[in-house]
């Protein structure tokens, strides 16, 4: 009997921990409530964009609670999450979708709730959005195939028209990616003395884009280009390239221009990177939420700059 | 005999009272918590993890592991996709999937009895294997687009309660059942308690354990059916870790990771806490990273309560 009681100890110990965290967290009497769920909390970007949110909210006396799951590719949890913070009555929620279209039941309980859903980052899919009666108030991100093709353009002037180019990609299906490499390749096709020998996906990871480009050096030891469709698979990269002696020979190119990214530049490691802005993303989309909850009309796209940093 | 059933209800009650204070506590610090809608959600939320940890006690209970689940919830659910992409109707199209899950199953305890790999081993074989194929038949990309019928699953419900928790609760009733009223549950234990004693005593300790793996690799194989519906999408990359929730529901559970004792109502008890603490810290805001933290430290404290019960049932039974 003693262990059981040992064991109730133990739970006890457990609820006084929630029931602390949970004043911590602080009840902001009067405070609207709003939601930021991210993909993940592991990738500077999104820290930055959660940065930028709650600077935002701060100022404008919001009450933010920010949430991710653990892996950027769980829409399971990131469903659960979004599901949970329907039940505490959030008045907006913020959400940068984990998959374009797994997410669109989620939106449609939050549309079931009448609480409106912003999307920052990464756009639902359109049409299985519409094919399910679903509503998003607005869309805040970067044009991210024009950052492709702002790449593919960038590395059809630095090659002088020729050469042959690598690609790593995003998580097949995820439409950030998928945008970004449009737009890149939309851009190359104009230099047709530029070929696409490989392209393969890294899944956003820095390990993994170490071990794909390092089996595409072994397959295309001559390649003079690579892209990459964000800067964590950029700079596990670059590692490999570094590894086998190529950094002179190959000219990378990355995207989110994230500060370990800007360092390589500044190395002459890295080439270039499109910058898109999260600090500014998780600004704007806390400001409109802000507008939402005055019951303002916000307009359904709400493009943020992009830039080109070499 | 005696000892270990008393034991046993003794553990489950432990996990029940753990999962009851839990709930107490969230019921105080937030008004969110206890509310029908609520509760009907984290029922729901644990419902994927829930169904998969049914295969997991049983192949726990022999005295292995299995860590392919997770892949085999997506190479089924890629099945089922690629099926209905060849205008199958769903109903052979989900058999599909079911059965693509008992043959991997099977493999598994194939090559764990006959070819005397270690559980640990053959099933790290089989959770490469697996997700390669489904990224290979999937091209690496989700496949969506599936019939009303099927996200009726998740989006139906009956008497307030989700359908995806009916599954759940239906497969937890068969598979207390067959643990506790049949033969077949008797050998389970029998091979996990004492894997020599049993083959001694004449039971055919190879097929049980194939039986245990091919029960698991059925679990997962519904278990996409429980998450496809409620995606409306079959990924390739989908269920990546959920082997390591399901383990943690067992532990959780007060089924040991030696075999031989344990039950799947412990196990239930044990998604069920995991569910909800995802869910109250959600709701109390808590930062995403201090989430981990308490999931872990919830399972480390389960497996030290466990331990420590379990050195006294061995004095006890001494």
Known sequence: ?310 | MLVSTRWLARRSAGTMLGLLVLCAGLWAATPYFLTAANLANVAEQSAIVGVIAIGMTFVILTGGIDLSVGSVVALAGVAIGVSLRQQLPLSIALCIGLVTGIIAGIANGVLISVGKLPPFIATLGMMSVARGIALILADGRPISGFPGSLRALATNRVLGIPGAVLVMLALYAVAHIVLTRTVFGRLVYAVGGNEEAAALSGINVRSVKIAAYAISGLSASVCTMLLVARLDSAQPIAGIGYELDAIAAVVIGGTSLLGGSGSVVGTLIGALIMSVLRNGLNLLGVSSYVQQVAIGVVIVIAVLVDMALHRRVQRVSR
Do not use: Y
């Open chain 1, 1 to 310: 009997m003693r262990d059981l009681r040992s064991c109730r100890r133990l739970l006890l110990v457990v609820a006084v921990a929630l029931a602390m965290a949970c004043n911590r967290g602080g009840d902001a009497r009067g405070k609207p409530t709003v939601a930021l769920v991210l993909k993940t909390l592991n990738n500077q970007f999104f820290i930055d964009m959660e940065a930028g949110a709650r600077a935002a909210a701060d100022s404008l006396g919001i009450e933010l609670i920010v949430q991710a799951a653990e892996r950027e590719i769980d829409v399971e949890k990131q469903m659960q999450i979004v599901e949970n913070l329907l039940q505490r009555h959030v008045k907006v929620l913020l959400l940068v979708p984990s998959g374009s279209r797994e997410i669109v039941p989620a939106v449609l309980k939050a549309n079931a709730a009448t609480i409106p859903v912003v999307t920052v980052d990464t756009r639902v899919d359109a049409a299985t959005l519409r094919a399910a009666g679903g509503t998003v108030t607005t869309f805040i991100g970067s044009d991210n195939e024009a950052g492709g093709r702002l790449a593919g353009q960038f590395l059809g002037e630095r090659l002088g028209g020729k050469g042959t180019v690598v690609v790593l990609e995003g998580i097949p299906g995820h439409e950030t990616g998928d945008a970004r490499l449009r737009g890149f390749r939309e851009a190359l096709a104009r230099t047709p003395g530029i070929a696409i020998v490989a392209s393969q996906t890294a899944n956003w990871e820095r390990d993994q884009a170490f071990n794909v480009a390092q089996n595409m050096l072994q397959a295309h030891p001559h390649v003079t280009a690579l892209f990459a469709c964000n800067d964590v698979m950029a700079l596990g990269a670059i590692e490999a390239i570094a590894a086998a002696g190529k950094t002179a020979q190959i000219t990378v190119v990355g995207f989110d221009a994230q500060d370990e990214a800007r360092k390589a530049i500044a190395a002459k490691r890295m080439a270039a990177t499109i910058a898109q802005n999260p600090r500014a993303m998780g600004r704007l989309a806390v400001i409109t939420a802000a507008r939402l909850l005055k019951g303002e009309t916000v307009p359904t796209e709400q493009p943020v700059a992009i830039s080109l940093v070499k």
